[in-house]
């Protein structure tokens, strides 16, 4: 079954620490996205990529890096810099339909939920 | 600038019931997508129904049913018959095509469906 695949599920980190999270999809979308969710809340966007090797800021990309080296992959590592790093990740694709931005559904993984200790 | 405002933080309904959750949006593009996912417990996202900005019926699929006003800006959800399955958190989202392809959400609405 076509999906996309994140790991770890959970992850506990130290403070200093970088951690990497994974993102698989074999659903051959050209798009990828991570979000960050907080408890009571919506889902922020990071990071974005809309084909391989690009990717552009979301709207809260500090302490955040992301490569995308394949179209199946999407991996994001959270680093030392970000502040406030325990939360919920989700990560996201589509396919783009030229023309119809607006259509394109987004499918996501079931999500890692990152704490800090 | 893109916004979303879901204003009920939490709603209860009764098993077999219809409810309607409330979702208004900002944008000045003219072109844009109207979404709503439902996250269980477990956190993944599922999508339930999109809106075009241009359709000009409202969206429906299965029990969900999209109430698209877009004089008022409002993108409410509408779910028949609720089963206690239905119990989850609802986003709704929106994409413009002006907006960088990001696809913005609500803060959201806890659903309770109750026997």
């Known amino acids: 079954d076509g999906g996309i695949t994140q790991s770890p599920k959970y992850l506990f980190r130290k403070e200093g620490q970088n951690v990497t999270l994974s993102c698989e999809q074999n659903?051959?979308?050209?798009?990828m996205y991570w979000y960050r969710q907080d408890p009571g809340q919506g889902l922020r966007l990071i990071y974005y990529?809309?084909?391989?090797?690009?990717?552009q800021k979301g709207d809260i990309a500090e302490g955040y890096s992301v490569s995308r080296e394949k179209k199946e992959s999407f991996p994001l590592t959270v680093t030392s810099a970000q502040k406030n790093p325990t939360a919920f990740y989700l990560c996201?694709?589509?396919?783009?339909?030229?023309?119809?931005?607006?259509?394109?559904?987004?499918?996501f993984g079931a999500g890692s939920r990152l704490t800090v200790l | 600038a893109q916004k979303i405002t879901q204003t009920q933080p939490g709603m209860f309904v009764q098993e077999k019931e219809a409810v309607t959750l409330d979702c208004t949006y900002d944008t000045s593009d003219p072109s844009y997508g109207l979404f709503w996912y439902k996250q269980p417990s477990s956190g993944e996202m599922i999508f339930l129904i999109y809106q075009g900005s241009y359709d000009q019926q409202n969206a429906t699929e299965g029990r969900y049913s999209l109430n698209f006003q877009k004089a008022r800006k409002s993108a409410n959800l509408v779910i028949s018959a609720s089963q206690l399955g239905d119990s989850a958190m609802y986003f709704c989202a929106m994409r413009a095509t002006g907006g960088g392809n990001k696809l913005t959400f609500g803060t959201g609405t806890q659903l309770k469906v109750e026997l």
């Open positions: 996201a694709s589509s396919q783009e339909r030229q023309g119809m931005a607006g259509a394109n559904v987004l499918t």
């Open positions: 990529s809309q084909i391989v090797n690009d990717f």
């Open positions: 659903l051959n979308h050209d798009a």
